[in-house]
């Protein structure tokens, strides 16, 4: 009895913790003052504030159409391997699966340096510059390790015999992929792309590194107003950002729910 009361504390503190900076900053949201201090009353005009800033906007859409586009095209790549890898023996399984591993694990700061002297050297020849393309290229290579974390083992749980059935059957091996192996993995592809779309949003080292001056993320616009000042408006966009993910969060939440529900009527 004791030991569940200390970890029911334990876990209240800790999302006390977690939670306490962004109930505060979504406080100070609404505050009529730039006071971080005092909350001084209620009111909208920082979110109206945010909504007239172009700069802010731009940059917004900047990131959401790279994440949206990055997160298709890393799924889609992240995918394509899963189902390679799963073809090779144990040993290779293994070895690329550790590979994989190394983008996920390693420091977001070598990778960011890594990709830009990287794409330096390409922009060099083709006579480029830094811009939507090369952070584009660099959130695919970020976000598809995770693509094959979250997908490679509903792959090798798929019963070889479904696949060699369809096969028989006269499937060839496109058909077989569009008509069985993915609506296997459906759940999990959408759990992939939701997956990639956050890493490549939330991300600001990797942007920091291989942006240019034509193209801007939120994240990279966020740092260069927190360097100058903090203003009620990043309090708003913050808020808004955190509802967003919210959402999503929910909506993946009802998703898995009904795919549970109708497996369990299918099997009743």
């Not at 800033?53 to 394509?80: E, M, P, Q, R, Y």
Request: glycine fraction near 4%; charge should be positive.
């Amino acid at each position: 009895m004791t030991e569940k009361i200390i970890s029911k504390i334990c876990f209240f503190f800790v999302f006390l913790f977690l939670y306490t900076p962004i109930i505060i900053v979504m406080i100070f949201a609404f505050n009529t003052t730039k006071s971080k201090i005092v909350f001084s009353g209620f009111t909208f005009k920082w979110f109206f504030e945010l909504f007239k800033d172009k700069a802010v906007l731009c940059a917004f859409f900047n990131s959401l159409t790279l994440g949206i586009i990055s997160c298709i095209l890393s799924t889609i790549i992240g995918t394509l391997a899963s189902l390679h890898i799963t073809k090779f023996k144990k040993e290779k399984q293994y070895f690329f699966t550790n590979l994989n591993y190394i983008p996920i694990i390693n420091s977001d700061v070598i990778t960011g340096i890594s990709l830009m002297l990287i794409l330096k050297f390409i922009l060099n020849i083709v006579n480029g510059e830094f811009g939507f393309f090369t952070v584009l290229v660099s959130h695919i290579t970020i976000s598809m390790p995770y693509v094959v974390l979250t997908i490679l083992p509903k792959i090798k749980s798929i019963d070889p015999n479904i696949l060699d059935a369809a096969l028989d059957l006269g499937c060839s091996p496109l058909v077989t992929l569009f008509k069985v192996t993915i609506p296997s993995i459906a759940p999990y592809l959408a759990s992939a792309l939701i997956m990639a779309f956050s890493v490549s949003f939330d991300d600001f080292t990797v942007s920091y590194f291989t942006t240019g001056a034509s193209f801007q993320t939120l994240p990279v616009l966020i740092y260069s107003m927190v360097r100058r000042r903090i203003t009620p408006k990043i309090n708003a966009l913050f808020t808004l950002i955190f509802i967003l993910a919210l959402l999503i969060l929910i909506f993946v939440n009802v998703l898995n729910f009904d795919g549970r529900n109708s497996k369990k009527k299918f099997s009743q």
